[in-house]
C-alpha cells in the first residue's frame, strides 16, 4: 500500500511490490490511497498571531507536542514536522504559515493538486 499527496504515486508501488517479493512475501492486492501533505525541513514556518485567544485547540492535535502553552502557543522549532495540524485546527486562524519556500510549496499543490483523485486497488488473478 502506498499513501501519496493527491498528486501522483508514480511507480512507488511497484518499487514497493518488487522489494517486498525480493524479501519472499507474495503479493495478493495493492493499494493506492491519497493523504494530505506534510512539510518538513529545518526553516521555521509557523507563527502564532495576535489572534490567539489562546484555547489550546492546537495542542492535542500536535503529534510531536511541540506546541509550548508557556510561550504564547508557539511552535517548538526543536519538535515540529510542519505538518500543519495545528494550523489547520484552529477556530481563530491565529496559526498561519511563514512567506518562504515552504508556503509556495504549500500554494503549488494546492492550486495544482486540489481535485482528489480516487484510491486505487489491484488483486492479483489467480
Known amino acids: 500500500m502506498v499513501?501519496?499527496?493527491n498528486?501522483?504515486?508514480e511507480d512507488a508501488l511497484l518499487e514497493l511490490k518488487n522489494t517486498a517479493e525480493a524479501c519472499g512475501f507474495v503479493s495478493l492486492a495493492a493499494g493506492?490511497?491519497?493523504g494530505?501533505?506534510?512539510f518538513s525541513g529545518k526553516e521555521y514556518?509557523?507563527?502564532v498571531t495576535d489572534d490567539c485567544d489562546g484555547c489550546g485547540v492546537c495542542i492535542p492535535v500536535c503529534p510531536e507536542n511541540a506546541v509550548?502553552?508557556?510561550n504564547r502557543y508557539a511552535?517548538?522549532?526543536d519538535r515540529c514536522i510542519y505538518c500543519c495540524a495545528c494550523i489547520k485546527t484552529c477556530p481563530a486562524?491565529?496559526?498561519i504559515m511563514k512567506e518562504g519556500f515552504l508556503k509556495g510549496i504549500a500554494k503549488m499543490l494546492s492550486e495544482n493538486c486540489s481535485a482528489r483523485k480516487e484510491p486505487e486497488t489491484f488483486f492479483a488473478s489467480r
Open 3 to 5: 499513501l501519496y499527496g
Open 7 to 9: 498528486r501522483a504515486y
Open 32 to 34: 493506492a490511497f491519497i
Open 36 to 38: 494530505e501533505h506534510s
Open 45 to 47: 514556518i509557523i507563527q
Open 68 to 70: 509550548d502553552e508557556a
Open 75 to 77: 511552535s517548538r522549532s
Open 93 to 95: 486562524g491565529a496559526r
